[in-house]
C-alpha cells in the first residue's frame, strides 16, 4: 500500500479540491488517497505576480525559463481570467511540501502531491522533487483552455500518472531518457506543446514500450493496474459527459452487493461513497418514488432501521436506535445535514446537471423525491 497525501495551496478553491479527491478515492487500489485539514501556505515574498493580459496559453511550451508573450483576442470565449497570477520556483514549491510533511509528521514513505494554481518557472504540468524526496506538485490552473473538459479529469489523470513516474524512474536524466518527445496518445509523452496534452486524455494509454520498462523495473503491477483503471475511467467520463450534453438523459444507477454499492456504470464503475447513515437514508428515498415529507420519515422508521442495520459495521444495538431516532425526528437537523452531503456527494461526481436526477429534491414542508424512473436502478449482487 501507498499512502498519497493529497494537499493544496492556500489559493486553489477547496470545493475543485474535494471534487479532485473523490474522484481519485473511487478507485480501488494499493494507491490509498488521504489529505490533511490544514492546506499550504506559500510565503507571499516567494510568489512572483505574473499579468494574465501577458500569458499566451497557445504558444506556452514547456522549456526552461518560459516566456509569455501576448494573449490573443480568442482567448475571452473560454472562461473569465482573473487579473493576475503568480509564478513560484520549483525550489520553493518542494521546499514547502518538505517542511508541510515535517509539521504534519508525515512518514517519509508517504507521497505528498500539492495542487497549486500558481505556475512554476519551467510551466510544467506537474513535477517531482529533484532530491529525491516524495513530494510532487499538479498545477490546476488553465485545464478549461487546453482540454475543454471539467477540470478535475486533467488534474486527477496528472497527479496518477506523477505517481507512477516517480515509482519507475530514479531521478530526471532517468526520467528524459524514456519521455516522448513526438506525441504518440502514452503517459510518458512530453507534450512540448501544451495542447497536445489532450491527446494523453483521450487515449488513456501507456505505450507498450513503457510498460515494457516499467516490467523490468518490477513496478509494482497493482499500482500499474490501478493507475490504468484511473486514467480509462477518466477518459470514459469525460466522453460521456461530452455526449451527454446532446442527449440529456439518467444514467443507470446500481445498489450492489451486501454493501449496497452505489455504481454508475456508464462511468467507468464510478462510486459514489456515502455513510451508512447518508446510504440509508438515500436508498430509503430510491425505494419509494412517490416521495416522502420531511415530517413523515417518523412514518418510516422500522424501514430505516432495517436497512441501517445491514450497513452499521459497529456491534451496540443501542447505536443503531439512536441514530435512527435521530434521523426520523422531524425536530432534528440530522435528516437535513444527510440530505445536504447526498447532493454533494453526487455533485461532485456526476456534475451538477446529472446528479439532479439521483438526490432527493423538494421544499421543506413539501414531498421530497428522487426524480430519476426507477427502470434505471438495478438491484444487483
Same mark, same amino acid.
Given at each position: 500500500m501507498? /499512502?498519497?497525501w493529497l494537499?493544496r ?9 474535494w471534487e479532485?479527491?473523490e474522484?481519485?478515492? /473511487?478507485?480501488?487500489g ?9 492546506h499550504?501556505?506559500?510565503p ?6 505574473v499579468?494574465f493580459?501577458t ?6 511550451k514547456?522549456e ?11 482567448m475571452?470565449?473560454y472562461?473569465?481570467p ?9 525550489d520553493?514549491i518542494?521546499? #514547502?511540501?518538505?517542511e508541510y510533511?515535517t509539521? #504534519?509528521r508525515?512518514s ?10 500558481h505556475?512554476?518557472?519551467?510551466g510544467?504540468?506537474t513535477a517531482?522533487?529533484p532530491k @529525491?524526496?516524495?513530494n510532487l ?5 488553465f485545464?478549461?483552455h487546453?482540454?475543454?473538459?471539467d477540470?478535475?479529469?486533467?488534474v486527477?489523470?496528472?497527479?496518477a500518472?506523477?505517481?507512477l513516474k516517480r515509482?519507475?524512474f530514479?531521478?530526471?536524466s532517468d526520467?528524459?531518457a524514456f519521455?516522448?518527445?513526438?506525441a504518440r ?9 501544451k495542447?497536445?496534452?489532450?491527446l ?5 494509454d501507456i505505450c507498450p ?15 500499474i493496474r #490501478?493507475?490504468?483503471?484511473?486514467i480509462? @475511467?477518466?477518459?470514459?467520463q469525460?466522453?460521456?459527459k ?7 438523459k439518467?444514467?443507470?444507477l446500481?445498489v450492489?452487493g451486501e454493501s449496497k454499492?452505489?455504481i454508475f456504470?456508464?462511468?467507468?464503475n464510478?462510486?459514489?461513497k456515502?455513510?451508512?447513515l ?17 415530517v413523515?420519515l ?8 432495517e436497512i441501517?442495520?445491514?450497513?452499521y459495521?459497529g456491534?451496540d444495538?443501542?447505536?443503531?436506535e439512536?441514530?435512527i431516532a435521530s434521523l426520523s425526528n422531524?425536530l432534528?437537523n440530522?435528516a ?6 447526498i447532493?454533494s456527494?453526487?455533485t461532485?461526481a456526476?456534475g451538477?446537471d446529472?446528479?439532479?436526477f439521483?438526490?432527493p429534491k423538494?421544499?421543506i414542508?413539501?414531498?421530497r ?6 427502470e434505471?436502478v438495478?438491484y444487483?449482487s
Amino acid at each position: 500500500m501507498y /499512502t498519497i497525501w493529497l494537499i493544496r495551496s492556500q489559493e486553489y478553491p477547496a470545493e475543485k479540491f474535494w471534487e479532485v479527491l473523490e474522484l481519485l478515492k /473511487t478507485f480501488q487500489g494499493p494507491l490509498q488517497f488521504r489529505t490533511q485539514e490544514k492546506h499550504l501556505e506559500i510565503p507571499q515574498d516567494r510568489l512572483e505576480e505574473v499579468p494574465f493580459e501577458t500569458i499566451d496559453l497557445d504558444s506556452q511550451k514547456l522549456e526552461p525559463m518560459v516566456v509569455y508573450e501576448r494573449i490573443s483576442n480568442s482567448m475571452v470565449q473560454y472562461f473569465e481570467p482573473p487579473p493576475s497570477y503568480h509564478k513560484v520556483s520549483w525550489d520553493t514549491i518542494f521546499d #514547502q511540501c518538505q517542511e508541510y510533511r515535517t509539521n #504534519q509528521r508525515i512518514s517519509e514513505n508517504d507521497f505528498i502531491v500539492l495542487l497549486t494554481e500558481h505556475s512554476n518557472e519551467y510551466g510544467w504540468f506537474t513535477a517531482g522533487d529533484p532530491k @529525491g524526496n516524495r513530494n510532487l506538485f499538479v498545477h490546476t490552473a488553465f485545464w478549461e483552455h487546453y482540454t475543454g473538459s471539467d477540470h478535475r479529469y486533467p488534474v486527477a489523470y496528472h497527479v496518477a500518472s506523477a505517481i507512477l513516474k516517480r515509482l519507475t524512474f530514479t531521478n530526471y536524466s532517468d526520467l528524459n531518457a524514456f519521455l516522448h518527445k513526438e506525441a504518440r496518445g502514452c503517459m510518458n509523452d512530453f507534450c512540448a506543446e501544451k495542447k497536445k496534452v489532450s491527446l494523453k486524455l483521450r487515449t488513456a494509454d501507456i505505450c507498450p514500450a513503457c510498460m515494457d520498462l516499467m516490467d523490468r523495473r518490477n513496478v509494482d503491477r497493482a499500482v500499474i493496474r #490501478q493507475v490504468l483503471s484511473i486514467i480509462e @475511467g477518466i477518459r470514459d467520463q469525460m466522453l460521456f459527459k461530452s455526449r451527454w450534453k446532446l442527449d440529456p438523459k439518467p444514467l443507470k444507477l446500481q445498489v450492489k452487493g451486501e454493501s449496497k454499492r452505489i455504481i454508475f456504470p456508464e462511468l467507468g464503475n464510478l462510486e459514489v461513497k456515502f455513510t451508512p447513515l447518508e446510504k440509508t437514508l438515500f436508498l430509503l428515498y430510491l425505494k419509494h418514488p412517490e416521495g416522502i415529507r420531511l415530517v413523515e420519515l417518523s412514518d418510516f422508521k422500522p424501514e430505516l432501521k432495517e436497512i441501517y442495520a445491514s450497513l452499521y459495521n459497529g456491534s451496540d444495538p443501542a447505536m443503531v436506535e439512536a441514530n435512527i431516532a435521530s434521523l426520523s425526528n422531524p425536530l432534528s437537523n440530522s435528516a437535513s445535514e444527510k440530505f445536504s452531503r447526498i447532493k454533494s456527494k453526487l455533485t461532485h461526481a456526476l456534475g451538477a446537471d446529472l446528479a439532479q436526477f439521483y438526490y432527493p429534491k423538494g421544499e421543506i414542508a413539501e414531498l421530497r423525491k428522487i426524480e430519476v424512473g426507477r427502470e434505471w436502478v438495478e438491484y444487483c449482487s
